[in-house]
């Protein structure tokens, strides 16, 4: 941390920081420049909270100098890291493709989708068993019958379930019938759930919330990791702007920036991240392109009768096209798409 | 509701969608515009998604006519509610003063700053006891030691007790204590936690998610209400804008925009909502002369060692000058507000 | 400004960083920490970009000590500045009002607001000649007849004429009839116009652009001050964000954050703040509450029938009880307000 | 337009409204729901403008129906519109590259710099003479003597010359030496300017401003269009967020938005669109996958020492890299790419 000194700051101010620094365990380096003193905090002391010294008399600002995560960071964890997911493996060569519908409406239409999605060339299946709505009057799910469907699915298509958690009493529920616990962007920062998804060591999908700094969603990440729970994928699926023409706006640059900052998988989430099925194809691809390890995509296969989000889900043969595209988009990238068959394949 | 068919939207596409309309138990109501066809949704049916109409085939748009929340809603009670808080009413002619350190340090901290802030005008005290924390390293609250001590500072005051619950299993224990669940910003759509607080029938602090619109804010409002518990207040604390000079953007206009949509009083939060405390004392006027019901503020004795927030917090003379100013705007605004001195008299 | 090196920053990285700070003509000051060697940069060199510092490998970051504007700048100039409008001082103990319908219609339409607002207790008379609108198919504006109108309506009531003006070719002219030049939101960084009225030597309005950071705003005075121009009034008018009940945000922390960090006047447009009228007059007491020096309000004889921004426009009656609550504000926050009446007396 | 009356509405005010709206030369289809009486707005009639109507007592809202644009909308013109730039054709098959540095620095400068990125697959030259900056301290570039230097390196290497016009009274001049005038982000509602580079008729790179609506950027190109000048490209160069890990987000979702809804090429600025060079090409990369007609990418020899957005600017051989990388995506996408080679071949 460096402190900047007013430029007026008198002797006896200066000291008094330093004072309060050396008090937590620290050591101090001083630079007296024509304007401004400015303090270097050196060492490991106690927490020492930069708002606390921003308050003291003479002091202009304290500035933070390196990044509060740890656990999450490329510094402490260079390699990739790469967690698996049914068959394949998410944060190395292979594109990951979770797909299914917003909420399980039913036995029968959550088993047609997974094998469309399956056929389609999906890597895991997607679809939400508790949701949370804005409206207390809106559809909240199906609860564990929709969490003993998607693991009917499963069997018969091989494929993993990706599903929802909103409640930490629920983990253990969930934990049972899920392959990967997904934590929403409403509760990113909903700290109680995510000490109970760390300690469940169980993997999980953690989305970004729709105001959350990128710095923000790996400080969520660290609280799951923190517990021991090292198999977190984070998920970009738009932030919430000024723009009106699309429900959120797709933040592109966090796939890199994440990537660049953190060893954990990016899975980028196009159809919340544009709220328009017309537009989750290119943004899709535009995800693949810029670096991100999987997509997850809403699919049903009747959007308009969808109990929920039907606006941004793409019909099973969209869907198709749109893997078969984002095949082409990763190898011209240099990666090494599993093909579908050979996923199957492999299963057997 | 109201559909607005594309300009080219064949006839098939139109009697389709007014078939999906009449199958959810609604009447349609045509308008043939030179550009447009515009079918209008009338009547009581099932619950009918905006989003599934907007996919149908020829459908330009489907615009919402009326505000998704009811009995938060101006037009169910078009009274102001008013709602008990110790001594005082929140909503009324009066207005409300809580105020108290960020995170509840210890007994005597907690029980010289109650005194101080009962002196210097305030009708009520705020300190956490569970803190949520961007950081899982960061100091967490002290915990159900936190809410006695409180319970112990309302005892020597008189002065009612606000405290945050961040875990609906801890509602029934945060209740023994406090006068008033604060439900915080993280947690606006926490949808498990604002159930539980619906059913404690206790009074709520509902603050704005820093991302949250203030319709969002409404239906935030709305699950708590539906669960028959009518005692809730709205807290404006700043939104996330792009401004960095302030650390959140406090949304003035939200004052007068609650007042008008919604019968519940709204407490403003000047301290988070700049995250300065140079700025604390000029925004708490504005928001009283806004109408603003209240002010939430953070006070502590020494800022530069508070465990979190001391960036915000105003010193207890600070503070009582800030009460001084806020009681002459609220008299220029015709508002009787009733004298510390007044006050104190009435507990006896 | 400080350079922050990465951790692993090799000897040789470090010492071409200070080989091109020395370049620039400036000293260095060193500070090697556990994890980060820190360089100082002290002195008076040639303009140093930060971008330029934080290019170079092994440097992580580079962070500015001081605000880039110098002019505008409290340190600069300790003194509230103020600054003649019409038969107010603006910046002082008054407080000014400037009122008037967001264009000018026509000779009768703009002589009947200029008396009734000049009897509600306006200082000032606002009105558009040149009118910049999003759409080239709407109304642009009377051009150098609608000057002539407002010349004339100073004529009769003694009111200031404060108008836009949207081209640096038309700022002679526009200073032929106006008091105070108004540079828009949307130009508040077209740096040929703020030269061109810095040159002009016009007192001016400058309003903040809507997407532009209070440093921004103190930038674009800088371009206007560093012409020699000082007669500059800031005017916040609300910013963009997400929320959509509003037609922007009005940002009520920017008025203690510019009285703060400049000596500037600042005046409050809560008509393009809110967008709505019914919020106007809450939010108009809220920045005087605050701490603004004046006020900038949309007034229409019939708001439904204006050629723009009717949504925004208060009938004068409404804004004659506006003008009468914000004096009783003023005075209860300390500031010597002329009554409308002594201030007649003064201009004859 | 559509106007919704309050639940309460009288007979009276409903009246009113209808005969407002007869009076502007439209007819009404008036639809009597349970709730809300519905008033459609039909014909065509003078200027009606949404915010007079919303004023009238008992009116609710009022809805547009229909975008603002007319020229620049894909319903006028449902082709894609294509524009040739220098021996390429935008918005076709082909993959604009438009290279150089942020600011002509001299003429040795950019005459090494052109050639290094025609080498690199570029198919036009960017490079700013006339700069806005937001310091008035900070270089403003060379002016015309930029402008020939760029003249110059267009006659050594065959590239087109795409540079920022700031000022209207400028445009002759710029049109004399450039292929290409841009408008920058800060100027996307400079009327004055639109108007100008409209009645040039010279091919306009149009940025969209960094807070402004997908609308607002369209409304901007109709502004040219509406003079006749139909050889508009959109740019894309990110949007101001509270994100702070990069200089701005580039809103990805605006590409597959913008071709959607306007037939005119869009070019996308990965360079601001970030502002971190480290995330160029992954940015580049998804927006040729969203379907970008082309980018421009600021690229100098030695970003060190550019002076303006060297923290943004790729060397040489990392744009290299890029444009291999970008034709590879293309190709996958289905575009014919032309290679560099053969580009260089049709120059003679």
């Not at 930069?50 to 740890?70: A, C």
């Not at 402490?76 to 493709?97: C, F, K």
């Given at each position: 941390?460096?402190?900047?000194?007013?430029?007026?700051?008198?002797?006896?101010q200066?000291?008094?920081?330093?004072?309060?620094?050396?008090?937590?365990?620290?050591?101090?380096?001083?630079?007296?420049?024509?304007?401004?003193?400015?303090?270097?905090?050196?060492?490991?002391?106690?927490?020492?909270?930069?708002?606390?010294?921003?308050?003291?008399?003479?002091?202009?600002?304290?500035?933070?100098?390196?990044?509060p995560?740890?656990?999450?960071?490329?510094?402490?964890?260079?390699?990739?890291?790469?967690?698996?997911?049914?068959?394949?493996?998410?944060?190395?060569?292979?594109?990951?493709?979770?797909?299914?519908?917003?909420?399980?409406?039913?036995?029968?239409?959550?088993?047609?989708?997974?094998?469309?999605?399956?056929?389609?060339?999906?890597?895991?299946?997607?679809?939400?068993?508790?949701?949370?709505?804005?409206?207390?009057?809106?559809f909240?799910?199906?609860?564990?019958?929709?969490?003993?469907?998607?693991?009917?699915?499963r069997?018969?298509?091989?494929?993993?379930?990706?599903?929802?958690?909103?409640?930490?009493?629920?983990?253990?529920?969930?934990?049972?019938?899920?392959?990967?616990?997904?934590?929403?962007?409403?509760?990113?920062?909903?700290?109680?759930?995510?000490?109970?998804?760390?300690?469940?060591?169980h993997?999980?999908?953690?989305?970004?919330?729709?105001?959350?700094?990128?710095?923000?969603?790996?400080?969520?990440?660290?609280?799951?990791?923190?517990?021991?729970?090292?198999?977190?994928?984070?998920?970009?699926?738009?932030?919430?702007?000024?723009?009106?023409?699309?429900?959120?706006?797709?933040?592109?640059?966090?796939?890199?920036?994440?990537?660049?900052?953190?060893?954990?998988?990016?899975?980028?989430?196009?159809?919340?991240?544009?709220?328009?099925?017309?537009?989750?194809?290119s943004?899709?691809?535009?995800?693949?392109?810029?670096?991100?390890?999987?997509?997850?995509?809403?699919?049903?296969?009747?959007?308009?009768q969808?109990?929920?989000?039907?606006r941004?889900?793409?019909?099973?043969?969209?869907?198709?096209?749109?893997?078969?595209?984002?095949?082409?988009?990763?190898?011209?990238?240099?990666?090494?798409?599993?093909?579908?068959?050979?996923?199957?394949?492999?299963?057997?």
């Amino acid at each position: 941390m460096i402190v900047i000194m007013q430029p007026n700051a008198s002797a006896r101010q200066i000291s008094d920081v330093i004072a309060r620094i050396r008090a937590m365990g620290y050591e101090v380096h001083l630079s007296e420049g024509e304007a401004h003193t400015i303090i270097g905090v050196i060492g490991q002391g106690r927490t020492l909270d930069r708002e606390n010294l921003s308050t003291m008399d003479g002091v202009q600002d304290v500035l933070r100098v390196t990044h509060p995560f740890k656990i999450a960071s490329r510094y402490y964890h260079p390699e990739d890291s790469i967690i698996p997911l049914g068959t394949s493996l998410v944060g190395g060569q292979d594109l990951a493709i979770i797909a299914g519908p917003c909420s399980v409406e039913g036995r029968s239409e959550i088993l047609e989708i997974a094998h469309a999605v399956r056929e389609a060339g999906a890597t895991a299946l997607r679809g939400g068993a508790f949701k949370p709505r804005t409206s207390p009057y809106s559809f909240q799910g199906l609860g564990e019958e929709g969490l003993q469907y998607l693991a009917e699915a499963r069997e018969q298509t091989g494929l993993a379930v990706v599903t929802e958690v909103m409640d930490q009493n629920l983990v253990p529920l969930v934990c049972q019938y899920a392959d990967v616990l997904q934590v929403g962007a409403r509760n990113m920062q909903n700290y109680s759930l995510l000490h109970a998804v760390g300690e469940s060591q169980h993997p999980v999908l953690l989305k970004r919330g729709m105001s959350s700094r990128i710095e923000e969603l790996l400080m969520a990440a660290e609280y799951i990791l923190s517990h021991g729970n090292m198999r977190v994928m984070l998920c970009e699926r738009g932030i919430r702007t000024f723009e009106t023409e699309t429900r959120n706006t797709f933040d592109i640059n966090a796939i890199p920036a994440l990537k660049h900052l953190s060893h954990l998988p990016v899975i980028a989430d196009p159809s919340h991240g544009t709220g328009k099925w017309e537009y989750v194809e290119s943004v899709s691809l535009a995800a693949v392109a810029a670096g991100a390890d999987g997509l997850i995509i809403e699919v049903h296969q009747d959007p308009e009768q969808a109990l929920s989000d039907g606006r941004q889900s793409l019909k099973p043969e969209r869907f198709a096209e749109l893997v078969r595209k984002a095949r082409l988009v990763a190898q011209a990238m240099g990666r090494q798409v599993v093909e579908p068959a050979a996923n199957a394949a492999k299963e057997r």
